[in-house]
């Protein structure tokens, strides 16, 4: 069995820290700041660190008519930004959901809110729940399909795998694919905001064979569960539909490292687990041994993608 790698203007800051999920409620959980622009609009700015919905409101005191405008950056992206001219005593207000717009790869957030000449920015702690992001859209393989075709102009079987970002975000995404007959194709997909791309991945099973195998979509260390974002099992032939299944993210050896790990299909193995493959049947108190040595060096933040 071979293996392969394929590299296919002042700034106001205020600090607004979250409580974590049932931890005490000993910080307020709207905060609001107030500033006004070289223009003379004033601004008030609110974030909810609960729901995490920001409220922006304009208001013109002067007696003249004035240009304003206003931008937001969730996590140093830019999401929302508008130009617009008030009236005397003339207001605007938006409201935006700040979540859906988070970087899922951090835990502390920022929400900075700008006009001209000044800017608002609100920090938070939030961390997504591996199994639940509430509303944080996250990258995620789309599909997986096998079949024939040629790679630097040699047959081949290949899987076409498409990977979906539905963020604002961009992620340093990779992709590795394991098969019976593949020890480790790895890729790394460029997918834009709200884009999706579809990659040819070499196997090095035999043209025309139903291939079984793994697909892992990270942005981490390959052999840490932090940073695993998606993973997906499948089952196909060339011309036949591929079958794919969503699987929990599970790290397992690099293939460059001393002991890379080697895919067998589940049903072939007696119903083994990734990980009870992956440990080579060692345990340490009952629990395969590669998930405490995992958990002496990494800390559990795997993200599942939004469906």
Do not use: C
Request: proline share 5%; charged share 25%.
């Amino acid at each position: 069995m071979r293996s392969m790698l394929r590299i296919g203007v002042a700034v106001l800051v205020v600090a607004a820290l979250a409580q974590p999920v049932g931890a005490a409620d000993s910080q307020p959980s709207v905060v609001e700041k107030s500033f006004t622009s070289d223009y003379g609009v004033e601004f008030e700015v609110s974030l909810d660190t609960e729901t995490q919905v920001m409220e922006i409101r304009a208001k013109n005191p002067t007696d003249e008519r004035k240009k304003s405008g206003v931008a937001l950056s969730v996590d140093d992206t830019t999401t929302y930004q508008s130009e617009f001219e008030l009236s005397p005593g003339e207001t605007w207000s938006k409201e935006i959901q700040v979540q859906q717009s988070l970087n899922a790869l951090e835990t502390i957030h920022t929400a900075t809110v700008s006009t001209y000449g000044t800017s608002a920015q609100f920090e938070f702690t939030h961390e997504i729940d591996p199994e639940a992001p509430e509303g944080v859209a996250v990258p995620y393989i789309a599909d997986v399909n096998v079949t024939d075709g040629t790679i630097d102009g040699e047959p081949s079987a290949v899987a076409r795998v498409t990977v979906v970002n539905p963020s604002v975000q961009t992620y340093p995404l990779k992709l590795m694919v394991h098969t019976e007959g593949t020890d480790g194709s790895l890729y790394l997909p460029s997918v834009g905001s709200n884009e999706s791309e579809t990659i040819t991945v070499e196997l090095l099973d035999e043209r025309g064979s139903e291939i079984h195998g793994e697909a892992r979509l990270y942005a981490g260390e390959f052999e840490e569960r932090e940073g695993g974002v998606d993973q997906v099992g499948f089952v196909g032939s060339a011309g036949e539909r591929t079958e794919t299944w969503n699987e929990s993210y599970e790290p397992v050896a690099a293939p460059w490292s001393d002991d890379p790990y080697e895919y067998r299909n589940e049903s072939a193995s007696g119903g083994e687990s990734v990980a009870e493959r992956a440990s080579g049947g060692r345990e340490i108190g009952g629990v395969p041994a590669i998930y405490v040595v995992g958990a002496l060096t990494v800390a559990v933040a795997a993200f599942v993608r939004r469906r």
